[in-house]
């Protein structure tokens, strides 16, 4: 079954700290591992996303650590923002069928508080 | 502006009465799906459609019928909707075999 766990379900930091999202996957098919952020009353927005070949991925204050043969992989955020409260959602992606399109598999969500 | 629209954002309903979320996409995205967020459990893929008349279960399809006679809508179908299927929905739509999706607004269901 294809699954990705995430934790921790909600999370709360003052501005500034770095809080820490987790995932871990089973099925070693997946080739792509985007981070979606979520704001109240929208739909989930492409934060930062990964391969598999490469261990970090850093844009701005994001950053993506993947760790291939643990099956897992984690966002970073440095200097945490109050604009930064969201839910946030991990995600693996995989090609299906004939190989034309991809299956994306989302984590369950954190709810990310950042205190001003 | 690239943008996947979808109507009504709010609807609250009485089981069994027949309903249709609308979803339309205007970037020319082969690809778009439906999914069901809930509180615990993320995003759960309902149906997606790979093109025009080609359509495909998801992990969470009971309940629900889609279809895909015209490339930019993705009308999702609820023939009688019942109070487990009371959930925020999201339709999505990208570029086939693209890694970048990009999600509608979201349709809050409310069945009673």
């Known amino acids: 079954q294809q699954q990705v766990k995430q934790s921790p379900q909600s999370l709360i930091v003052q501005k500034g700290g770095i809080p820490i999202i987790n995932c871990a996957y089973e099925?070693?098919?997946?080739?792509?591992f985007p981070w979606y952020q979520q704001f109240p009353g929208k739909g989930p927005a492409l934060l930062i996303a990964?391969?598999?070949?490469?261990s970090e991925k850093k844009e701005g204050r994001f950053t993506i650590s993947f760790n291939k043969s643990a099956k897992q992989f984690s966002l970073h955020i440095m200097d945490s923002q109050p604009g930064d409260s969201a839910t946030y959602f991990c995600a693996a992606s995989i090609m299906i069928s004939s190989g034309s399109a991809r299956q994306l598999t989302f984590g369950s969500g954190t709810q990310l508080t950042v205190l001003p | 502006e690239a943008q996947v629209t979808q109507n009504p954002r709010y609807l609250i309903t009485v089981t069994g009465k027949k309903l249709t979320v609308t979803c339309s996409q205007n970037?020319?995205?082969?690809?778009m799906s439906w999914y069901r967020q809930d509180p615990g459990l993320g995003l759960r893929q309902i149906y997606y459609s790979m093109n025009v008349e080609v359509t495909d279960k998801g992990d969470v399809p009971e309940g629900y019928k889609v279809s895909r006679k015209e490339k930019r809508n993705f009308p999702l179908i609820l023939e009688s909707p019942s109070p487990n299927q009371t959930s925020l929905y999201f339709c999505?739509?990208?570029?086939?075999?693209?890694?970048?999706?990009?999600f509608g607004p979201g349709t809050r269901l409310t069945v009673t």
């Open positions: 970037m020319n995205h082969e690809y």
């Open positions: 999505a739509s990208r570029l086939a075999g693209a890694r970048e999706q990009y």
């Open positions: 990964i391969r598999p070949d490469v």
């Open positions: 099925n070693t098919a997946f080739d792509y």
